[in-house]
């Protein structure tokens, strides 16, 4: 009576209702012989009339013994068994006798002496089924009291080891909520491997009811075969059977063993499509995907390439210049026949966590920008970063890039890279400076549509520069509004490998003096150019520069010479110059004349692509280009330093694009005149000289006059016309 007043009432009424002999587990731990958790026997105490008036408690440890025996020898499990036995209706020592009494002969003793009857004989009929057919099964026995949970798991014999052993723990674990104080196996003849967890749970986890079932099933998937998983994934997937049994034969083998102890059928069958991607294109594949569970700022990647594994030093910079650190990478060849496809797996995260945008809205324009670094198309560089923080698709991208490299060829104080700190460093400015762009030049938008799109994003930006901190920003990225203002034509609709702008330059304050009527800048991986233009009917040659830092001040200078120079023959004068961005490691001369040509032939073409046409008097205005300038079909390339022999190609451009102008393009072309051979030009020079001198009364042909000189006047235009006179 007294240990029963020192018992909780909820306690007291579950004792109550428990049968006369019960056998459970403690808590504690044996201290002798076995450390293992003791063993309970309760015994119930009646008075005569029958009422339960306490109950005696024996605590200790079975013997050895307890555990060798038959159970017939022990009157306690007898008993039990003997009533399971009559309870299924089994004649003695028929077949299903012998099966049922050998179950329970090796069923785990400790379960035996502590279920109860009824869930005795319904596990043993049920064990008795999995002998004729091997599966995946689960039986469960509740401590009265819910201090712990009793998981016996029967595995087919050829599927158990280890790691499924320790899976199937952690699932129990994570169902019921509880950490496994023990495991006992049994591996004997049998076709089953046995495997009994006892998972300790805290106070509330066995109050809802759990579905054995549900448990169930997820072992089973647990137990599945790499191969039988992908079978299953791809019948669940594939629209054909067909199809998926193919590819379950191609890949079931195909995966190492750390890609199988990491990853799941579903991923595998999305890893499947994306190689058979790579193997139907010859190319790399890419996905960007985010983990389930994982935190906001944190992603996944993965690069998938025929052959042979990537360099981390090649992929590492294009990540870090869009915005992300790497964390971890994990490298799986997987083997295709006879070809090897190479998996990286990259966890990485955002830079900045205030710049995180959802995969779903980032993952395609993500992986196009990649491609295209990867391809050579795009450049990798800290602009690329715009890609992950305001989703802006990689040839939008183009356009701020070419800003910043046209920025820095007008002297501007500031490193391309200082200036790109600017862009990235305000991202909302940024989209809102590309969506001013779109509504300026894109042809779709019809010229209402641009007037409003174009006012209000530059109300937008104005009122966003206001929150500017810094100067040095706040200057760039006005002057990037300005030059965008003052944008003419471009040929980015065009969806060329380059752009091309056409440009008001008196409208921008950052360049020096003296400033062009118009000039268009060229931008490429391969190439940058720039042609400036003194008038509207101007003319001039184009020179293949070796000053890539500031080409444009050493093209301004010639075309202020020039401006001088023509000043007798046409009122203006043009010049323009472009640079080999990327000449060739190898091959030589020849490799580099190549490499030139090709850079030449962009530049040129960016500057048909916006320049209009004519047919006869009427004015044909470039295909995909919004003019914010009048009718302009003047445009003249000469021969200069570096590209004398280049004014065919020119000329066959010309060709290729219908230029009215046809082989008049480029000067000294083989269909034309040969005019240093012939003096042409030095004779209309010269006779423009002469009647100079005739208006101050000297006739150079019979007064002798003195002449200052400077630089070689065999090449040079007016020294080849003095040559003409005695």
Known sequence: NKSRQNLPSELQAKRINQPTVTVAKVNKRSTVHRKVPMDAIAVKIYDDKGNVTGEKLFIGLFTSVTYSRSIQDIPYLRHKVNTVLEKTGYGYNSHNYRA???????????????????????????????????????????????????????????????????????????????????????????????????????????????????????????????????????????????????????????????????????????????????????????????????????????????????????????????????????????????????????????????????????????????????????ENDALNSLISKVKM???????????????????????????????????????????????????????????????????????????????????????????????????FFQNKSYVSFKLDSTQIDILPLPKPYVEIFVYSLRTEGVHLRGGKVARGGLRWSDRHEDFRTEVLGLMKAQNVKNSVIIPVGSKGGFVVKNPPKSGGREAFQKEGIECYKIFISGLLDITDNLNGKKTIPPKNVVRHDDDDPYLVVAADKGTATFSDIANGLADDYGFWLGDAFASGGSAGYDHKAMGITAKGAWESVKRHFRELGIDTQKQEFDVIGVGDMGGDVFGNGMLRSP
């Not at 083998?253 to 010859?282: H, M, N």
């Not at 509504?439 to 009122?463: F, V, W, Y």
Request: proline share 4%.
């Open 100 to 378: 049922l009494m050998h179950i329970l002969e090796k069923y785990p003793r400790d379960e035996l002496f502590q279920i109860d009857v009824s869930l005795l004989q319904k596990y043993a009929v049920s064990i008795m089924a999995l002998q004729e057919q091997p599966r995946m099964a689960l039986y469960v026995r509740e401590d009265p009291f819910k201090r712990y949970v009793s998981c016996l798991v029967y595995f087919p014999r050829d599927k158990y080891e280890t790691n499924l052993r320790v899976h199937v723990q952690d699932i129990l674990e994570d169902e019921f909520g509880g950490v496994c104080e023990s495991f006992q196996t049994v591996l004997d003849d049998s076709p089953l491997a046995r495997v009994i967890y006892r998972i300790k749970t805290t106070d509330g986890n066995l109050d809802k009811k759990f579905n054995n079932k549900k448990i169930e099933d997820k072992l089973i998937k647990a137990a599945r075969s790499w191969g039988e998983r992908i079978r299953v994934a791809l019948l669940s997937h594939c629209e054909e059977e067909k199809e998926a049994l193919l590819l379950t034969d191609k890949y079931s083998d195909a995966f190492p063993a750390g890609y199988i102890d990491q990853a799941t059928a579903e991923e595998a069958y999305f890893d499947i499509r994306k190689i058979e991607e790579v193997l139907e294109r010859s190319e790399f594949a890419i996905d960007l995907y985010k983990d389930q569970g994982t935190e906001h700022h944190l992603l996944n990647l993965k690069i998938y390439h025929p052959d042979s594994p990537v360099t981390l030093s090649d992929i590492l910079p294009i990540l870090e210049n869009f915005g992300f650190t790497v964390i971890a990478e994990k490298p799986f060849r997987v083997n295709v026949g006879d070809q090897n496809i190479w998996i990286h797996d990259f966890d990485i995260e955002y830079k900045n966590p205030d710049h995180v945008m959802p995969v779903k809205d980032i993952k395609d324009v993500f992986e196009d920008g990649y491609r295209a670094i990867w391809n050579k198309d795009c």
């Open 393 to 491: 698709p990689w040839r939008d991208v183009l356009v701020l890039r070419a800003l910043v490299k046209y920025m820095r060829q007008t002297k501007i104080q500031y490193t391309p890279q200082y200036m790109m700190r600017a862009v990235t460093d305000h991202p909302d400015i940024a989209d809102l400076m590309l969506e001013y762009f779109y509504g300026r030049h894109k042809p779709s938008h019809g010229a209402d549509n641009s007037k409003k799109l174009m006012s209000s994003n530059k109300r937008k930006i104005t009122k966003k520069l206001e929150d500017v901190s810094s100067y040095d920003q706040d200057r760039i990225l006005r002057s990037m509004l300005q030059i965008m203002e003052s944008t003419l034509r471009t040929n």
